[in-house]
């Protein structure tokens, strides 16, 4: 049965998906696409027609200029274009009010990150609970369909942790997410997504080990690992949205997430902060005028968007999975490695914003034919994750799954070793009050 589609937004992560569905579009039907700025979503449409990517051309394709925090212009949308998924890919700070204009509506609602509040960074955890689960009832009450962060890191990785428990291990101790991108896009910095939220989510590193939340320092705790494809590369200890999910719904002793950064990304990144530029809250200027200082930062760094023609290298996210499995100790790696090259060659993007489009739009895809279609709010992993793989599998993000020798320490450690090490880090450096962002040492992420 074919349901229609609303997509929200018009960055690099809407111009995937808006692919991706139209290339499905026989199962989704009409595909709007709805933003602030209208241009972006024709141009988005211009780019599906020129790589011919209108499966079924008497589907209608077309644009709507949106304010998606304005509830009510959200659900007088909805109405008109008769969609009964919105898949929301505006900035973070929206969910709260699409997810209102879709419960309203009684259609079904797919993002792909955690609501934030502009006013406040890294809240307490579990961050879920401050805003999208406070209407987990309202959804069961009108039977509307919610699935939370579909995206690759939180969503793939998700269904990845779901896929351990349920085929490779009778017992999880760790689960440990890895995100590393080793491409280059040939600019002198660049964030590969929303440099705003990219930077918001670095100010504090909230983790999950031996079953509580820690805070620890950002950048503060290095690890080195051989992935497939890209090779060995450093990651760093990182707070992320899938955590404060997975937390709740998989039992598991630790889960912790690492990004990889290069050491240039870190210094730049460093600097910015000890500044003041990366502050989310807005300062006075001599001449009266306000200023958010980490949206000056956001409009003088490139757009995304602009970063995928000449992108070269690959992406390799994942999750290390250790336990038990038939009473003998088990450990996996589940992994999917993008191409920007390739990402470039048939959608017009980059992979980043690859990796994390194409996940929503197969989440719809099991709307729409009722195997995801829960009727009430769930994280990723509280669906069945073989379907969802299997699509995946198909348009255009392949699982692998590596199997490793059981005794590979590379990401052992509990709350009391990471301690450690951060005590042994910050030893040898000396910290100013003049500086004191850099309380650790800045190793390679």
Same mark, same amino acid.
């Given at each position: 049965?074919?349901?229609?589609?609303?997509?929200?937004?018009?960055?690099?992560?809407?111009?995937?998906?808006?692919?991706?569905?139209?290339?499905?579009?026989?199962?989704?039907?009409?595909?709007?696409?709805?933003?602030?700025?209208?241009?972006?979503?024709?141009?988005?449409?211009?780019?599906?027609?020129?790589?011919?990517?209108?499966?079924?051309?008497?589907?209608?394709?077309?644009?709507?200029?949106?304010?998606?925090?304005?509830?009510?212009?959200?659900?007088?949308?909805?109405?008109?274009?008769?969609?009964?998924?919105?898949?929301?890919?505006?900035?973070?700070?929206?969910?709260?009010?699409?997810?209102?204009?879709?419960?309203?509506?009684?259609?079904?609602?797919?993002?792909?990150?955690?609501?934030?509040?502009?006013?406040?960074?890294?809240?307490?955890?579990?961050?879920?609970?401050?805003?999208?689960?406070?209407?987990?009832?309202?959804?069961?009450?009108?039977?509307?369909?919610?699935?939370?962060?579909?995206?690759?890191?939180?969503?793939?990785?998700?269904?990845?942790?779901?896929?351990?428990?349920?085929?490779?291990?009778?017992?999880?101790?760790?689960?440990?997410?890895?995100?590393?991108?080793?491409?280059?896009?040939?600019?002198?910095?660049?964030?590969?997504?929303?440099?705003?939220?990219?930077?918001?989510?670095?100010?504090?590193?909230?983790?999950?080990?031996?079953?509580?939340?820690?805070?620890?320092?950002?950048?503060?705790?290095?690890?080195?690992?051989?992935?497939?494809?890209?090779?060995?590369?450093?990651?760093?200890?990182?707070?992320?949205?899938?955590?404060?999910?997975?937390?709740?719904?998989?039992?598991?002793?630790?889960?912790?997430?690492?990004?990889?950064?290069?050491?240039?990304?870190?210094?730049?990144?460093?600097?910015?902060?000890?500044?003041?530029?990366?502050?989310?809250?807005?300062?006075?200027?001599?001449?009266?005028?306000?200023?958010?200082?980490?949206?000056?930062?956001?409009?003088?760094?490139?757009?995304?968007?602009?970063?995928?023609?000449?992108?070269?290298?690959?992406?390799?996210?994942?999750?290390?999975?250790?336990?038990?499995?038939?009473?003998?100790?088990?450990?996996?790696?589940?992994?999917?490695?993008?191409?920007?090259?390739?990402?470039?060659?048939?959608? !017009?993007?980059?992979?980043?914003?690859? *990796? %994390?489009? /194409?996940?929503?739009? @197969? =989440?719809?895809?099991?709307? #729409?034919?009722?195997?995801?279609?829960?009727?009430?709010?769930?994280?990723?992993?509280?669906?069945?994750?073989?379907?969802?793989?299997?699509?995946?599998?198909?348009?255009?993000?392949?699982?692998?799954?590596?199997?490793?020798?059981?005794?590979?320490?590379?990401?052992?450690?509990?709350?009391?070793?990471? !301690?450690?090490?951060?005590?042994?880090? *910050? %030893?040898? /450096?000396?910290?100013? @009050? =003049?500086?004191?962002?850099? #309380?650790?040492?800045?190793?390679?992420?």
């Amino acid at each position: 049965m074919k349901k229609n589609v609303l997509i929200i937004g018009a960055g690099g992560v809407a111009h995937v998906a808006a692919h991706k569905a139209a290339m499905h579009n026989d199962l989704l039907g009409d595909i709007c696409i709805a933003s602030r700025t209208l241009s972006k979503c024709e141009q988005i449409i211009e780019s599906i027609e020129r790589k011919g990517h209108v499966k079924d051309p008497a589907r209608k394709l077309y644009a709507r200029q949106l304010d998606a925090l304005d509830i009510p212009s959200t659900v007088a949308l909805i109405k008109e274009t008769n969609s009964e998924i919105v898949i929301n890919l505006g900035s973070a700070f929206l969910n709260m009010s699409i997810l209102e204009a879709c419960i309203e509506t009684g259609v079904a609602y797919i993002d792909t990150a955690i609501h934030e509040d502009p006013d406040k960074v890294c809240e307490t955890p579990p961050w879920y609970a401050n805003y999208e689960w406070k209407r987990k009832d309202r959804c069961t009450e009108k039977g509307v369909t919610a699935i939370l962060g579909a995206g690759f890191d939180p969503g793939v990785v998700n269904a990845y942790c779901a896929l351990a428990a349920k085929r490779y291990f009778d017992k999880i101790e760790t689960i440990d997410i890895l995100d590393v991108n080793a491409g280059s896009h040939g600019k002198y910095f660049a964030t590969n997504f929303d440099p705003e939220i990219n930077f918001r989510e670095f100010v504090k590193v909230w983790t999950w080990i031996d079953r509580e939340w820690k805070e620890y320092p950002t950048h503060s705790v290095k690890r080195v690992y051989d992935f497939p494809v890209v090779g060995e590369c450093p990651v760093y200890l990182n707070g992320h949205d899938e955590l404060h999910s997975l937390s709740k719904n998989i039992d598991a002793d630790s889960i912790r997430f690492w990004m990889g950064f290069g050491d240039h990304y870190i210094n730049v990144f460093t600097v910015l902060r000890t500044l003041g530029f990366l502050d989310h809250l807005p300062v006075t200027l001599a001449t009266g005028q306000e200023v958010v200082p980490l949206k000056v930062v956001k409009a003088l760094l490139p757009d995304p968007m602009t970063l995928a023609p000449g992108y070269t290298g690959n992406t390799c996210i994942g999750n290390v999975v250790k336990g038990w499995k038939d009473g003998k100790r088990r450990e996996v790696f589940i992994y999917q490695v993008s191409d920007h090259k390739a990402a470039y060659e048939e959608v !017009e993007s980059q992979g980043i914003s690859y *990796t %994390a489009g /194409v996940p929503p739009v @197969a =989440a719809a895809m099991l709307v #729409a034919d009722g195997t995801w279609d829960a009727k009430t709010m769930v994280n990723v992993e509280e669906l069945d994750p073989e379907p969802f793989i299997a699509i995946l599998d198909k348009i255009g993000l392949p699982t692998e799954v590596k199997e490793i020798e059981p005794g590979d320490a590379s990401f052992d450690g509990t709350v009391r070793d990471l !301690e450690q090490e951060l005590a042994e880090s *910050t %030893a040898t /450096v000396t910290v100013s @009050a =003049a500086n004191p962002m850099i #309380a650790v040492a800045p190793k390679p992420r």
